[in-house]
């Protein structure tokens, strides 16, 4: 089955800054590629997604780039806000199978 | 926006008991899911539902584990005898089109305590 590898499990930066979460995946097969951000205590909350025809996409200060040959995305947060302080989670899926999500990296934008 | 709803938020529960976490899925929605967070970890998958059969569940999804839509609109999650490992928090989820290749939506969760 894909297995997603994510790094830093821990980010920190000063508000403003810009912050990049890189994900890598396992199975060729995988051709979608959803972020979800979850705020402590609440529910995962998709917040930008990817499919393997395109290699990026943005949204306001949210991007996410696709690299289909070394298997990686990474998803980027620029002017980093301390409301951005969450859990953001990556996930592949390979198609016949369902989403696999990576470990977790912990934000902290302090002010 | 419509949202998953699910019930009850908190459950605690002794060892060997069985519960049973129920969910609402967003209604023009086919797929269905749960999956489980155990404090601090990632949210591993456990099982998948479509056409009112299971499509796919994980290793964690033994025997103990069974899913059921009893009516068109509630997706239930049963534990048959409860574990302390099973204490976790359970998300329910769906997704409007192909498996997988349509965003998640999840509800807020169940907390489940097992002592």
């Known amino acids: 089955g894909e297995n997603v590898e994510q790094h830093p499990s821990t980010l920190s930066v000063q508000e403003g800054d810009s912050a990049v979460i890189k994900c890598t995946y396992s199975d060729s097969a995988s051709n979608y590629f959803p972020w979800y951000k979850q705020e402590l205590g609440k529910r995962p909350q998709l917040i930008i997604d990817i499919r393997s025809n395109v290699g990026e996409k943005k949204d306001q200060r949210i991007a996410v780039t696709l690299n289909k040959t070394a298997k990686h995305f990474s998803l980027h947060i620029t002017e980093t806000q301390p409301e951005d302080s969450a859990v953001y989670f990556c996930a592949a899926n390979p198609g016949y199978s369902t989403l696999t999500f990576g470990k977790g990296t912990m934000l902290l934008v302090s002010p | 926006e419509p949202e998953v709803t699910q019930t009850p938020s908190h459950q605690v529960t002794q060892m060997g008991q069985e519960v049973i976490l129920r969910c609402v899925p967003i209604?023009?929605?086919?797929?269905f899911y749960w999956y489980r967070q155990i404090l601090g970890q990632k949210v591993e998958f456990l099982v998948s539902f479509y056409n009112n059969e299971i499509s796919e569940k994980s290793e964690i999804f033994d025997d103990q584990f069974s899913v059921e839509r009893p009516d068109g609109s509630n997706f239930t999650l049963k534990i048959r005898s409860t574990k302390l490992e099973d204490s976790a928090m359970y998300f329910c989820?769906?997704?409007?089109?192909?498996?997988?290749?349509?965003?998640?939506?999840f509800g807020n969760g169940t907390r489940l305590t097992v002592t």
């Open positions: 989820a769906s997704s409007e089109g192909v498996r997988g290749r349509s965003p998640l939506h």
């Open positions: 209604s023009n929605h086919l797929y």
